[in-house]
Every structure is written in structure tokens, then in C-alpha cells.
């Protein structure tokens, strides 16, 4: 037995076509003045070199072999990182879905069943006078015997599955720029607790110092209080501020301990000490870095080229929204053999069946929730371009910002080293006048603390000179090579 089935098209949906013209409503443009072009320059700070030190590999802008070794910890262990390529994993499965939906989808049914009709109908009054084979009456009830093969397969006639695909590619895309991104933010990261860790560490030695330092000033003053050139209250002063040296001391020590966690969270691992470099940590100085030019940066940083893929994957989407405006056409067709007993299911070409189908759908009811989702999609492609042009500012910003700092830094640090010069000479000078009784506690107990502070903010600022190198390899895109 042959069984054919044929959808043909109707005049109905023909004249609902020509009623809805499957005409799509337009889409916003996507340009922006910002996007269209960017600054020659960073502003009042300029580079004479083109060239851009993002391009270096990190390992070859960090020289401290130490940092490079916590570094190689953390792009294995870090659980940040980690979720950002389970992100990626997802994203490329999206592809292969959207990939699929292109093909045909095949496959095999078997079904078994069995139906009585009552003897008074059309069915089972054909079915009491046929007989399957002469003398052979048609069972009642009816068994069914079923094994077949099917396909479906949507035509992809405006492009809809492909633009789908194509902004699934694109997002994949932006999950690995994503990455990149992640990347250049930790080891930005790493590298600034690391300069902060030996920053505190030279901080520690030079409290020390002080301690040790106003310790024999303080045995200075007993001696004196003994021959009666000096007084208790003095005595006091200085024991008071050995004792503020040391409650700094300990604070420094619980920001080694707080910093030293810090890393090795970053790394994913348990608390243990840092290995680090132990040399004059005022002597280090900051990776030199050429800016290049603003243009670089939308080829360097992978949240600049990450927000530009977001924006190319939300235009597709615009595009796979208006699709649905238009009918599509559905391709469906089955072969296979069925047969009221198993015997039969073999018998050519009686049990044979086959059917083609073609379906062709144009929306009419729904077509608001078509727009609603057109509208929603072409926002969305707004928001993209919104956030790329943001995006692309902070950037500029960022690296503008960061050349300044490391400008005005220089100079900073340039007259806190004369001022920690002159204080140092100070308190030899204020120690020896205070031996020979000719300047007060007070004098002494001020240049030591203003020695003090003067050398702590000496330190800092040598810190934010590292850490400003390591901000604008991070702003100009350096890091995830």
C-alpha cells in the first residue's frame, strides 16, 4: 500500500502574504561620531615612539623572575579565569546548535498499536467488507506495525539560521576576548600586590631603623635625666614614641600577612609565603613604556575588540528578528514499511509507505509579538554600540590618565628624595646639637618623625611609580599575549 501526502499552498495564505507584504519594520542606525574615529593623541602627554609597548609579551615586561614564577601560578590555578574559559567552552557550543539548525534533522521511529472503530462508521464499515487478501478479512480490532525513517528540514531562504550562527560565532569571539581581558586584569593585579608587598617589606626595615634609631636617643635622654640635664617628662616623650614605632611595626606586619593572602588568592591557593626579591626596592625602576598611538588600542585591548564583537553579533540578531517577518518553509518527508502483523512489515510493495511534505508559514496573528521582539533586538543593538563607544573612551581615558600619573610622579619622587636627603642629615645634626645641650627633646622627637613619615611616603610613591608602568601596559592592552 502506497501512502502519499501533499501540502499544497493555498490561496488563503496567498493573499495573507500580499495582505502583509512581510514587510519588516526598519532598524536604527548603528553609527556613532566616537566610534567613527579616535584622538591622534593622549592628550598634553604625547609619545615620540609609534611603536606600542602592549605588543611585549609579559614575561618580557616584567623582569623580577619572581613575579613572572606567581604570575604562572595564577594563569593555572585562578578560579576567576577558570569560570571566563567554562564561558568559552559554552559559547562554542553554542555554534555547533546553531550550526545544526542549518541541517536537516533525521531519524528513526518504530511504533507498535492497536485500534478498534466502531462498526458503524465510514472507517469500520470500509474495514468489514475489505478483505486484506481473498478470504482474508481485515482484523478487528486492528493492530499497527510501524518502522520508519524521518527528516525535517526549515529552508533557510532570508538567511535567519545563517545570521544566527554567524552572531553565535561573533559572541564566541567576544568570550575569548573576555578571557584576554581577565587575564591582563590579574596579572595587572599580581603585579601590583607584588610591588606593594616589597613596598611593606622596605617599609618594615626602615621602621626598624627608626626604632633602633630613637631607642639610643632614648638612652641618650635617661643619661641625661641622671646628670640632671634633662627631665622625666622628655624621657616620656621618647619612650612614647618608641612605643608608636613599634605598634607601626606590628601594622606593618598584619599588611605583609593581608597582602601575602591576597596573592595567593589570586594564584588559588592556601595561605603560604610569597617568594620574593629582596634588593633596594628605592633603587627599582619602572618598565618604560611607549603609548603608540590611540588607534592601537582598538587592535591591542581585548575589551575594546570584545565590545566591538558584542556590537557585530547584535546587528546579526536585528537581522534574525526581521526574518521572522517572512514565511518560512518547512521541508518534511518519512519512508518506511507498516502493516497490521510483523510478517507483513517485509512484504514489497504492500507495506511500503513514504510521504513529502512542504510547508509554507507567514506570520498574521502575531505579528506585534514579532515587533515587540524586533524592537527589543534592535535596543539591544543600541546598547551594543552604547557600550562599544563607552568602552573605547575609557580606554583613551584610562591611558591619558596613567601617562600623566606617570609624569607627575617622576617629579614627585625626584623632591621626596631630596626632602628624605636634607631629613636624614637633620637628625644627625639635631642628634649631635641635643648632645651638646643646645636644642630641646622636641626638636629631635620632630626631625625623627618627619624623617620617618617623609621616607614612608618615599616608598609609596616609588610603589605608584611601578604600579602606573604596570597600569598603562595594562590600559594600552599588554598582559594576555
Given at each position: 500500500m502506497y501512502k502519499v501526502k501533499l501540502y499544497q499552498y493555498s490561496i488563503a495564505l496567498g493573499l495573507c502574504l500580499a495582505v502583509t507584504g512581510c514587510k519588516a519594520p526598519a532598524a536604527e542606525t548603528t553609527t556613532s561620531p566616537l566610534s567613527a574615529a579616535v584622538p591622534e593623541g593622549f592628550g598634553a602627554v604625547k609619545s615620540q615612539d609609534t611603536t606600542n609597548t602592549a605588543t611585549l609579551k609579559w614575561k618580557d615586561f616584567f623582569k623580577d623572575q619572581n613575579l613572572n614564577d606567581l604570575i604562572d601560578v595564577a594563569l593555572k590555578n585562578n578560579q576567576e579565569l577558570n569560570m571566563t574559559l567554562q564561558e568559552i567552552e559554552i559559547a562554542k557550543n553554542d555554534i555547533r546548535v546553531r550550526k545544526g539548525l542549518l541541517l536537516p534533522t533525521a531519524g528513526i521511529r518504530a511504533g507498535a498499536g492497536i485500534e478498534k472503530v466502531g462498526r458503524y462508521t465510514s472507517q469500520g464499515a470500509g474495514d468489514a467488507t475489505t478483505e486484506i487478501k481473498p478470504g482474508s478479512e481485515t482484523p478487528d480490532p486492528l493492530p499497527d506495525f510501524t518502522i520508519a525513517a524521518y527528516a525535517n528540514w526549515e529552508v533557510d531562504i532570508w538567511k535567519k539560521l545563517r545570521n544566527s550562527k554567524k552572531a553565535a560565532v561573533n559572541r564566541y569571539l567576544a568570550t575569548v576576548e573576555g578571557k584576554n581581558f581577565v587575564i591582563t586584569n590579574l596579572i595587572a593585579e599580581i603585579a601590583d600586590s607584588y610591588y606593594e608587598l616589597l613596598a611593606l617589606d622596605t617599609q618594615l626595615d626602615i621602621v626598624k631603623q627608626t626604632i633602633t634609631l630613637q631607642s639610643n636617643a632614648l638612652e641618650i635622654v635617661k643619661v641625661q635625666k641622671q646628670a640632671a640635664r634633662a627631665t622625666e617628662l622628655g624621657v616620656k616623650k621618647f619612650e612614647a614614641e618608641v612605643l608608636t614605632s613599634k605598634s607601626l611595626e606590628f601594622d606593618i606586619l598584619q599588611q605583609i600577612k593581608e597582602n601575602e593572602n591576597k596573592i595567593n588568592f589570586l594564584l588559588g591557593r592556601y595561605p603560604q609565603e610569597i617568594t620574593r626579591?629582596?634588593?633596594?626596592?628605592?633603587?627599582?625602576?619602572?618598565?618604560?613604556?611607549?603609548?603608540?598611538?590611540p588607534s592601537q588600542l582598538l587592535m591591542?585591548?581585548?575589551?575594546?575588540?570584545?565590545?566591538?564583537?558584542?556590537?557585530?553579533?547584535?546587528?546579526?540578531?536585528?537581522?534574525?528578528?526581521?526574518?521572522?517577518?517572512?514565511?518560512?518553509?518547512?521541508?518534511?518527508?518519512?519512508?518506511?514499511?507498516?502493516?497490521?502483523?510483523?510478517?507483513?512489515?517485509?512484504?514489497?510493495?504492500?507495506?511500503?509507505?513514504?510521504?513529502?511534505?512542504?510547508d509554507l508559514v507567514a506570520p498574521l496573528i502575531n505579528r506585534n509579538a514579532i515587533k515587540a521582539e524586533f524592537s527589543s533586538a534592535n535596543a539591544r543593538q543600541l546598547q551594543a554600540l552604547?557600550?562599544?563607544?563607552?568602552?573605547?573612551?575609557?580606554?583613551?581615558?584610562?591611558?591619558?590618565?596613567?601617562?600623566?600619573?606617570i609624569e607627575n610622579l617622576q617629579k614627585g619622587y625626584d623632591l621626596k628624595s631630596k626632602q628624605v636627603e636634607a631629613l636624614n642629615t637633620s637628625i644627625d645634626v639635631s642628634n649631635d646639637l641635643f648632645k651638646s645641650a643646645r636644642v630641646d627633646y622636641f626638636e629631635v622627637l620632630m626631625t625623627q618623625r618627619d624623617a620617618l613619615e617623609a621616607k614612608l611616603e618615599l616608598i609609596d610613591t616609588k610603589k605608584e611609580q611601578l604600579n602606573a608602568a604596570v597600569h598603562v601596559y595594562r590600559d594600552l592592552g599588554g598582559g594576555w599575549k
Open positions: 626579591t629582596h634588593n633596594d626596592f628605592l633603587a627599582m625602576l619602572p618598565a618604560a613604556v611607549n603609548s603608540g598611538i591591542n585591548r581585548p575589551d575594546v575588540k570584545q565590545a566591538e564583537l558584542e556590537l557585530v553579533a547584535a546587528k546579526l540578531d536585528v537581522k534574525v528578528a526581521r526574518a521572522e517577518f517572512y514565511p518560512s518553509l518547512d521541508i518534511s518527508a518519512a519512508i518506511g514499511v507498516q502493516a497490521f502483523k510483523p510478517s507483513y512489515l517485509l512484504t514489497m510493495p504492500e507495506s511500503l509507505l513514504y510521504s513529502l511534505a512542504g552604547y557600550n562599544y563607544d563607552k568602552t573605547i573612551l575609557n580606554a583613551y581615558l584610562e591611558v591619558s590618565t596613567q601617562l600623566s600619573k
